[in-house]
């Protein structure tokens, strides 16, 4: 069975902070990783997915995620927070040979002034 | 553009009162499914179809049915709504690199 288990419902940060968004996975196949963004009032975008190749991943405006198999996380990091980055963001899991993608709970960011 | 729509955006309706919230997309995925989002709950699968008249429950199916006549569209139809299907309900497909592209939403409120 796979799981994901997102750590904190709720980051704040200020602007021009590192952001640090965290996802712990659970698979007994190998996984595909995911990271997703949802901006108010819109549907889900895709970030970045981790599918066997590289372990650090680069996405779109300018996150990325490193794949750590010893601590079976995915943690979703930005070097410096940007006002509109503010959004809520969902980390997920599938499997190699399986279609059903498995969302976590989401994490909403702030970023303050 | 590529996309996936959805419609109605937003729906307001009463207890049983039967309704369909539309899917459509325009890449030619094979795979397409629904999901509901609640707050604090994440999305979850409702159900999902594998291709053309081949559908499957996903997580959270009572209370819902899907159909898949045709590749593009993939309706989901609430036969008697209840006011526990009120949520955020969105439509995705995926592509053969698994990755997966979501409508805007449809907002339901059930009374």
């Known amino acids: 069975a796979q799981s994901v288990t997102q750590l904190g419902s709720h980051v704040s940060v200020s602007e021009g902070a590192l952001v640090l968004l965290r996802c712990n996975y659970s698979s007994s196949v190998p996984p595909y990783l995911f990271w997703y963004v949802q901006y108010p009032n819109q549907g889900l975008q895709l970030l970045l997915k981790y599918t066997s190749a590289a372990t650090l991943v680069k996405g779109i405006n300018g996150f990325e995620a490193e794949f750590k198999k010893s601590e079976t996380s995915f943690h979703l990091t930005k070097p410096s927070a940007h006002m509109s980055d503010a959004a809520e963001y969902f980390c997920a899991v599938s499997g190699i040979n399986t279609d059903k993608l498995i969302f976590g709970t989401g994490t909403r960011l702030q970023v303050f002034p | 553009e590529a996309q996936v729509t959805q419609n109605p955006r937003y729906l307001i309706t009463v207890t049983g009162k039967k309704l369909t919230v539309t899917c459509s997309q325009n890449m030619n995925h094979e795979y397409m499914s629904w999901y509901r989002q609640d707050p604090g709950l994440g999305l979850r699968q409702i159900y999902y179809?594998?291709?053309?008249?081949?559908?499957d429950k996903g997580d959270v199916p009572e209370g819902y049915k899907v159909s898949r006549k045709e590749k593009r569209n993939f309706p989901l139809i609430l036969e008697s709504p209840s006011p526990n299907q009120t949520s955020l309900y969105f439509c995705a497909s995926r592509n053969g690199y698994n990755e997966q592209f979501f409508g805007p939403g449809t907002r339901l409120t059930v009374l």
């Open positions: 179809s594998m291709n053309v008249e081949v559908t």
